[in-house]
C-alpha cells in the first residue's frame, strides 16, 4: 500500500500567475514545445511535432466537444444564480440523447449562489430562430455538493442542446481569471471535437491543425479516436496530505473495435497518447481486459485503486479479451466509467510517448506525469518556468517519450 502513502507536498512546485495564459496563442500550432527524451530536454515550435513522431505508427486523440454548461439564472428578487452542468441525471452511456430530449431535461449540476436559492423556481430567456423563449430550473434533490436541476422551456420544437448552445456558456477552467468570450467557443475546442460531452477541454489536443495533421500522414501515421468526458473533477485540487485519502472523480468513455484492432497492430511500432484523457482510458482499457480474464463483472468500470490490488497480465492478452468480448456480444463500441489513478510507480502498458500541457501544482494529472517519466518531472518544469513556457490549459505543450 506504499503507493497510496505518496505525500502530495512532493508534488508542488511555484507557478506564478503571470505564467498562466489567460487566451490562447492566435495560430494554435505556434505554441512551444517541449521535447523530453532520454533524460534530454529541447524545445521548438507545436507545427514540428511531426519530427518527434515515429513513421508507420498510432497516434490516439480524444475527440469530446466541450458543451456551453455554464447556465446563468434569475430569481424574482434579482439574484443571479450560476449553475454547471456535469452530467444528466439518468445513468446514460450516450449523451446526445440528452441533448435530443424536447420541453425538460435533469441533469447533475454544481450551484453558484446556492445560499439565495432554497426552493422555488429561476428562470431566463434565450433566442433562437429570432424568437425567444424562457427557460426554468428548479432543485429537485441534492446529493453532497451537487445537486439535481430540472431544466423545462416554453417549446417543443427545441432540443436540450439547442437550448445550451443558444444559452450556455463555455466553462473555462478556474485559473483563467476572467469570464467566457465569443471567441473561446472556437478556441477552447480541438479543431477535431465531435461527440459533446465534456465541461473541459482536453487542452492537449488544443495545438492541432490541418497542417499538423497533413504532415503526420505523410509519415504514413495512423489518426485513431476515442472519447472521454471530461468532468469539472479534473480541476478538483487535491486536498489530502497523501493521495491515499484523496477520491478520484469519475468519467465516461467509449472506445470501438476499431481502435482496440489497431493498439494490437502497432503496440511495437510506437503508440502516442495525445493528452492525459486519452492516457487514462488506455490504460483504462487494459485493466477491463484484466477483469475479464478473471470473470469479473463484465460491467465497464474501473476503480480507483483498481492497477494496484490486481497482478499484470501480457498485454495482448488483456486487448484480445476486450475484443473477444466485443465480438460475442456483437458490439462495435463499448462505453465505461473510470476512477483510474495512475500515480509514481505505475506501469504503463499502452504508450510510448505522451502529448500533454503543463499542469497544477500538486493535482493529479501532475502526479500521472510523474509516474510517466518519474523524477525528472521536476527538471521538465524548472525549464518551461525559466523558459518562458505558457502553463495550463491556454498554454504551450510537450511531447514526453518513453526509451
Not at 132 to 140: S, V
Not at 239 to 262: A, P, Q, R, S
Amino acid at each position: 500500500m506504499e503507493y497510496k502513502n505518496l505525500k502530495i507536498s512532493d508534488y508542488i512546485y511555484n507557478l506564478p500567475d503571470e505564467k498562466i495564459a489567460q487566451y490562447p496563442l492566435s495560430k494554435r500550432d505556434s505554441s512551444k514545445l517541449l521535447i523530453y527524451r532520454n533524460g534530454k530536454i529541447e524545445e521548438t515550435k507545436f507545427s514540428n511535432i511531426d519530427k518527434y513522431i515515429p513513421s508507420d505508427s498510432l497516434i490516439i486523440l480524444n475527440d469530446t466537444k466541450v458543451i456551453p454548461a455554464r447556465l446563468y439564472f434569475y430569481k424574482g428578487t434579482g439574484a443571479k444564480i450560476e449553475i454547471f452542468c456535469l452530467e444528466p441525471l439518468s445513468d446514460m452511456t450516450d449523451y446526445q440523447i440528452e441533448f435530443h430530449k424536447k420541453e425538460k431535461s435533469i441533469w447533475k449540476c454544481f450551484v453558484g449562489n446556492a445560499s439565495k436559492w432554497k426552493n422555488g423556481k429561476v428562470n431566463n430567456t434565450f433566442n433562437y430562430q429570432s424568437r425567444d423563449f424562457e427557460i426554468t430550473a428548479e432543485i429537485k434533490d441534492k446529493i453532497s455538493d451537487e445537486y439535481l436541476i430540472e431544466f423545462n422551456w416554453n417549446s417543443n420544437d427545441i432540443t436540450f442542446g439547442e437550448v445550451i448552445e443558444c444559452f450556455g456558456k463555455i466553462p473555462l477552467p478556474p485559473y483563467i481569471k476572467r469570464d467566457s468570450e465569443k471567441s473561446d467557443k472556437e478556441n477552447y475546442q480541438t479543431v477535431y471535437a465531435k461527440i459533446d460531452g465534456s465541461v473541459a477541454a482536453p487542452t492537449a489536443g488544443l495545438h492541432f491543425t490541418e497542417d499538423v495533421f497533413k504532415n503526420l500522414k505523410i509519415k504514413n501515421c495512423v489518426i485513431e479516436y476515442l472519447t472521454l468526458n471530461v468532468g469539472a473533477g479534473t480541476f478538483k485540487p487535491v486536498k489530502t496530505k497523501i493521495i491515499g485519502e484523496h477520491k478520484m472523480h469519475e468519467e465516461l468513455f467509449c472506445i470501438n473495435n476499431v481502435l482496440l484492432e489497431n493498439i494490437l497492430k502497432f503496440k511495437n511500432n510506437k503508440i502516442t497518447a495525445v493528452g492525459t484523457t486519452t492516457l487514462r482510458t488506455l490504460e483504462s482499457i487494459y485493466w477491463y481486459g484484466v477483469k475479464l480474464l478473471k470473470n469479473e463483472s463484465a460491467e465497464f468500470k474501473i476503480e480507483q485503486w483498481c492497477p494496484y490490488e490486481n497482478e499484470e497480465i501480457p498485454f495482448s492478452d488483456s486487448i484480445e479479451t476486450v475484443l473477444d468480448f466485443m465480438k460475442k456480444n456483437n458490439l462495435s463500441h463499448i462505453y465505461g466509467k473510470t476512477e483510474l489513478m495512475i500515480v509514481p510507480g505505475y506501469n504503463f502498458k499502452v504508450a510510448d510517448s505522451l502529448i500533454t500541457n503543463f499542469h497544477l501544482p500538486g493535482s493529479t494529472l501532475l502526479l500521472l506525469i510523474a509516474a510517466f517519466v518519474g523524477v525528472d518531472w521536476k527538471k521538465i518544469y524548472d525549464y518551461a518556468l525559466n523558459n518562458n513556457f505558457r502553463f495550463l490549459s491556454y498554454g504551450d505543450s510537450s511531447i514526453l517519450i518513453k526509451e
